[in-house]
C-alpha cells in the first residue's frame, strides 16, 4: 500500500535535533507523498517544524482536516499553520511561548497573505499559550464555522470580546481560562449566546 493511501498519522519525536530528509535515502517518506492524509497528530521541537522528514510544508498542511500540535512554537508559526491549513476543521495547539524563549523558524504570516485569512471549515479551535497575547493572530482569520472554543492563557489577557473574528452567537461550547477581570468575563458572556456550555475562569 502506498503513502497515498495514509488517512491518519501520529508521529511523537523524542530528541530536540533535526531529523532532515536524505534524497540518497529512499526508504524515508517524503512530505509530498502524503497527499491522502486528512489527521495528524504531531509531538515533538520547534526545530523539528520545517525540518524534518515529516515538516509541516504548506503543501502538508493544506491536505490536512484535523491536527494536533504538541510542541513550543512561536505566534509566528502558529499562524504559519493556520494560514495554510486552508481546509482543517478542528485544531489543537500547545503551545504558543515568546520569542524571548525561542527563536522563530518561520516567516510572519503578513510576508505571505494580505488581509483576513477564512477558515471556513474549522468548528473546534483549541489553543494553548504561556505570556504571550494572541489577539494579533485572531484578528488576521475569520472563522464562520466556529462553534467549540477552547483557550488556555497564562499571564494577562487583552479583551477578546471585540474580536469580530470569532462568531461569538454561533459557539456552542467556551472555555477560556487566564488573567481576566470580571468585567471582561461579563462582556464576554455578553456577546455569547446564554444557552451555551461557557466556562471562563482564571488561571492556566
Known sequence: MGYDWWNSLNIHFTDNVEIRWENTNSSVLRPDALVGLRSLIWTGYQIQLLHSWISLTPSLLRSLENITISCAMTLDE?????????????IQLDRIMSTYNLETTLPHPSSFYRG???????WRFELKSEEVEIYPLLRMFDFPALVD???YLWGTVDP?????SIPWKKLKKF??????????KER???RC???I??????GG
Open 188 to 190: 464576554i458572556r455578553s
Open 149 to 151: 472554543l477552547s483557550l
Open 78 to 90: 502558529c499562524g504559519y499553520i493556520l494560514c495554510h491549513g486552508v481546509h482543517l476543521k478542528t
Open 193 to 195: 449566546d446564554p444557552h
Open 116 to 122: 483576513v485569512r477564512q477558515l471556513p471549515e474549522l
Open 160 to 164: 477578546l470580546q471585540d474580536l469580530e
Open 175 to 184: 472555555l477560556m481560562r487566564g488573567d481576566i477581570s470580571e468585567e471582561d
Open 197 to 202: 456550555d461557557i466556562d471562563i475562569s482564571n
